[in-house]
């Protein structure tokens, strides 16, 4: 199967930092994503990992462990415009596989 | 915007209708997919075509029925309509057949409800 799995809802505060864990059998994909994802809106693209470790994007990384099934994406300076889902999701060749995403909520 | 046009955006619309749903891709992608979203389950792959042909099938049910046309634009028709297929369908496109490095670029949208 090709499950991912990532906690429903996180909070934080304002200019903190937070880390949005996702786990996956490892068999099955050769690459993760994650996508941010405002209420009633598109999915955006904001990072990928197909190698062990971190990618950084200004205030965005993301880790992958293929090994162990595990990534996390990190936000540092939190704004309130971060609320939003991010949603974890798995490459097979030609599609993805998304979680149910991870509700994060920022307060000042 | 994205670049990725769905049309309409909100669809209202009864038990045992149909309803087809429009999608244009950026320019210059072939592949487009089709996504559904509902609280519950997340977002839910249903179908891929690439450059007119079907090329991957994930949660669709046999209701629903997509294509791609010559243009390269792509219909989801949904028909006996049931209150449980009111959700979000997205559409998203890509360059190459596989998704790559780059994934998806996704349209914004068509919110159905079915009354």
């Known amino acids: 199967g090709q499950n991912i799995d990532q906690p429903t809802e996180m909070t934080a505060t304002e200019g903190a930092i937070v880390q949005i864990n996702c786990t996956y059998q490892?068999?099955?994909?050769?690459?993760l994503f994650w996508y941010q994802q405002h209420a009633g809106e598109a999915p955006t693209f904001l990072s990928y990992?197909?190698?062990?470790g971190l990618e950084e994007k200004g205030r965005f990384s993301s880790f992958l462990s293929r090994s162990k099934g595990y990534s996390y994406l990190l936000l540092k300076e939190l704004q309130m415009k971060d609320s939003a889902s991010y949603l974890c999701a798995g490459q097979k060749y030609s599609t993805l596989t998304f979680g149910k995403g991870t509700m994060l909520l920022v307060s000042p | 915007d994205s670049g990725v046009t769905q049309t309409p955006k909100h669809l209202i619309t009864a038990t045992g209708q149909r309803v087809t749903l429009r999608c244009s891709p950026r320019s210059g992608d072939l592949s487009v997919y089709w996504y559904q979203q509902s609280l519950d389950q997340g977002l839910q792959f249903l179908i891929q075509?690439?450059?007119?042909?079907?090329?991957a099938k994930g949660n669709i049910l046999e209701r629903f029925s997509a294509q791609q046309f010559p243009d390269l634009h792509s219909e989801l028709n949904l028909s006996s309509l049931e209150l449980g297929d009111s959700a979000l369908y997205f559409c998203a496109s890509a360059g190459m057949e596989w998704t790559g490095r780059y994934g998806y670029t996704f349209g914004s949208g068509t919110r159905l409800t079915v009354v």
């Open positions: 990992n197909v190698l062990d």
């Open positions: 075509y690439y450059n007119g042909e079907e090329r």
């Open positions: 490892t068999s099955g994909f050769n690459g």
